[in-house]
């Protein structure tokens, strides 16, 4: 299992221009509240990246949270 690490410390692993850090919704908020889902929900549907039929199961569910669509499912 994976343990949290303190970013201070492991910070020089990531140097490279190609490496990656994936960090959970909660951290992109606290950086900036366009991060919200309903923000990202409706950012999704104006480019087009939102099907009719997922748009009828996010309405049905009356939720644009992909997480709690994601575990309904």
């Known amino acids: 299992m994976s343990q949290l690490q303190d970013w201070n410390k ?4 990531f140097t490279d221009k190609d490496s ?3 960090l959970g919704n909660g951290s992109s908020r ?10 990202l929900y409706e ?11 997922e748009q009828q199961i996010f309405n ?8 709690f669509v994601l575990r309904m499912l």
């Open 10 to 13: 492991i910070s020089n692993k």
């Open 20 to 22: 990656a850090i994936i």
């Open 30 to 39: 606290a950086i900036h509240d366009g991060f919200s889902y309903d923000n």
């Open 43 to 53: 950012k999704a549907v104006e480019q087009g990246h939102i099907t009719d039929e």
């Open 60 to 67: 049905y569910l009356e939720t644009k949270d992909f997480e």
